[in-house]
T-cell receptor, first 110, second 114 residues
Framework: GDSVTQMEGPVTLSEEAFLTINCTYT??????LFWYVQYPGEGLQLLLK?????DKGSNKGFEATYRKETTSFHLEKGSVQVSDSAVYFC?????????FGAGTTVTVRA | DTAVSQTPKYLVTQMGNDKSIKCEQN?????MYWYKQDSKKFLKIMFS???????INETVPNRFSPKSPDKAHLNLHINSLELGDSAVYFC?????????????FGSGTRLTVV
C-alpha cells in the first residue's frame, strides 16, 4: 500500500539555522503530498501541499518540491525561529486515505 | 468559528469503563475521520465515514465503534477501556472528491485510562 517515510528525529537546531526534513513516499498512483505541523499541545495544521510533479508548496518560509523521479517531498526552511519548534509530519493522500509519516520533532534553541 | 471541534479535550477514566468522544465540523465536508496518535506521535487512521457511510475501517478492536448521525458529526464510542487505549484521538474532515486538499483536524482528545 501507499506509505510515507520521513527522517527520524529529534532534530535540534540553533535559531537562524537551515532546516531540512527528508520525506520519501511509495504510491501506486499520483498522490497529493502534504506537510503538517503539530505545535506542542495542539492539533495538526496544514503547512503546505503539492498536488503534482514539480509543484512547489510554500508557507511561513517553508518549502517543499514534489519530486516524482526521486519520490521525495523534502521540507526546507532557510532560517528557523524558536517558534518553529514542533513535530512535522509528511503525508500523502490517495483515494480516501491520508497516510502520515512517523513525524519529526524539531527543537530550535535561541 | 471552530471548523472541527471535539469534546471533551481531556478524558481520564478507569479501566473497564465505556466512554464517548464527540466530533462536529461546520465546513460542509462530506467525509470525517478518526485518527489515533500514540505516545511516540505516530498517527494511525481508525475510521472514515462518507455521507454517513463507513468507508474505512482499519484493524481496530471492536470495542471501538464509530457513529455518524449526519455528515457533520462523527462520534467515537469505546467500550471496556484498556490501559493501551490511552492516546490522543483526533477527528478530521475533508471533501472526499477534493483529493488535492488535505484534511482539517480538530484539536484532539487526550484519553488517559488508569
Amino acid at each position: 500500500g501507499d506509505s510515507v517515510t520521513q527522517m527520524e528525529g529529534p532534530v535540534t537546531l540553533s535559531e537562524e539555522a537551515f532546516l531540512t526534513i527528508n520525506c520519501t513516499y511509495t504510491a501506486t498512483g499520483y498522490p497529493s503530498l502534504f506537510w503538517y505541523v503539530q505545535y506542542p499541545g495542539e492539533g495538526l495544521q496544514l503547512l503546505l501541499k503539492a498536488t503534482k510533479a514539480d509543484d512547489k508548496g510554500s508557507n511561513k518560509g517553508f518549502e517543499a518540491t514534489y519530486r516524482k523521479e526521486t519520490t521525495s517531498f523534502h521540507l526546507e526552511k532557510g532560517s528557523v525561529q524558536v517558534s518553529d519548534s514542533a513535530v512535522y509530519f509528511c503525508a500523502l493522500r490517495s483515494d480516501y486515505k491520508l497516510s502520515f509519516g512517523a513525524g519529526t520533532t524539531v527543537t530550535v534553541r535561541a | 468559528d471552530t471548523a472541527v471541534s471535539q469534546t471533551p479535550k481531556y478524558l481520564v477514566t478507569q479501566m473497564g469503563n465505556d466512554k464517548s468522544i464527540k466530533c462536529e465540523q461546520n465546513l460542509g465536508h462530506d467525509t470525517m475521520y478518526w485518527y489515533k496518535q500514540d505516545s511516540k506521535k505516530f498517527l494511525k487512521i481508525m475510521f472514515s465515514y462518507n455521507n454517513k457511510e463507513l468507508i474505512i475501517n482499519e484493524t481496530v478492536p471492536n470495542r471501538f465503534s464509530p457513529k455518524s448521525p449526519d455528515k457533520a458529526h462523527l462520534n467515537l464510542h469505546i467500550n471496556s477501556l484498556e490501559l493501551g487505549d490511552s492516546a490522543v484521538y483526533f477527528c478530521a474532515s475533508s471533501q472526499v472528491a477534493a483529493a488535492n486538499y488535505g484534511y482539517t483536524f480538530g484539536s484532539g482528545t487526550r484519553l488517559t485510562v488508569v
